[in-house]
T-cell receptor, first 110, second 115 residues
Framework: DQQVKQNSPSLSVQEGRISILNCDYT??????FLWYKKYPAEGPTFLISISSIKDKNEDGRFTVFLNKSAKHLSLHIVPSQPGDSAVYFCAASAGNQFYFGTGTSLTVIP | DVKVTQSSRYLVKRTGEKVFLECVQD?????MFWYRQDPGLGLRLIYFSYDVKMKEKGDIPEGYSVSREKKERFSLILESASTNQTSMYLCASSLGTGGPNQPQHFGDGTRLSIL
């Protein structure tokens, strides 16, 4: 059974607006959460992470929010740029093993 | 920057063949991983390794084996390739020291087709 879920396979956003990507998980033992970005024909690249002891982490235009009670994770991109168009995977870990969601394809329209 | 190199970008093999996928990382990382990526299923862990000669099964190890004779190299082996192993295969590595919560660095993937 999928322990990390991304229920939206795709998302389209206008350039300059906010992109919000969502992720839900089932295992309360997960203590580290990450977002990866993947362009076609390339491997995923690490974007941003958050520990379970925090509820927010920012890095430039990217902010990750963690709601442990709801077992929900979200990535906000502000402002969105055409170069942000990619597939975004969320991942969660407990120890050295990582569990990935199925990905959300973001398209930023110029 | 961490560099994870997978030996082939595209590979076509026949059913029943023994297939080797090679992965090398240049940052002295302790942990290495093999995933496969399929549409609608995301990334699924096949095997991982914490150290030389050590291996652990992931979520979908059936039909696969691995080898880690040197720290920088992690090989995935399809013992007898089948058509349902047609997929994108991704190798990753991460630092083992400094705690378990270290991001993984991925190679660009090998798109394997089994005919």
């Amino acid at each position: 059974d999928q322990q990390v879920k991304q229920n939206s396979p795709s998302l389209s956003v206008q350039e300059g607006r906010i992109s919000i990507l969502n992720c839900d998980y089932t295992n309360s033992m997960f203590d580290y959460f990450l977002w990866y970005k993947k362009y076609p024909a390339e491997g995923p690249t690490f974007l941003i992470s958050i520990s379970s002891i925090k509820d927010k982490n920012e890095d430039g235009r990217f902010t990750v929010f963690l709601n442990k009670s709801a077992k929900h994770l979200s990535l906000h991109i502000v402002p969105s740029q055409p170069g942000d168009s990619a597939v975004y995977f969320c991942a969660a870990s407990a120890g050295n093993q990582f569990y990935f969601g199925t990905g959300t394809s973001l398209t930023v329209i110029p | 920057d961490v560099k994870v190199t997978q030996s082939s970008r595209y590979l076509v093999k026949r059913t029943g063949e023994k297939v080797f996928l090679e992965c090398v990382q240049d940052m002295d990382h302790e942990n290495m991983f093999w995933y496969r990526q399929d549409p609608g299923l995301g990334l699924r862990l096949i095997y991982f390794s914490y150290d030389v000669k050590m291996k652990e099964k992931g979520d979908i190890p059936e039909g696969y084996s691995v080898s880690r004779e040197k720290k920088e190299r992690f090989s995935l082996i399809l013992e007898s390739a089948s058509t349902n192993q047609t997929s994108m295969y991704l190798c990753a590595s991460s630092l083992g020291t400094g705690g378990p919560n270290q991001p993984q660095h991925f190679g660009d993937g090998t798109r394997l087709s089994i005919l």
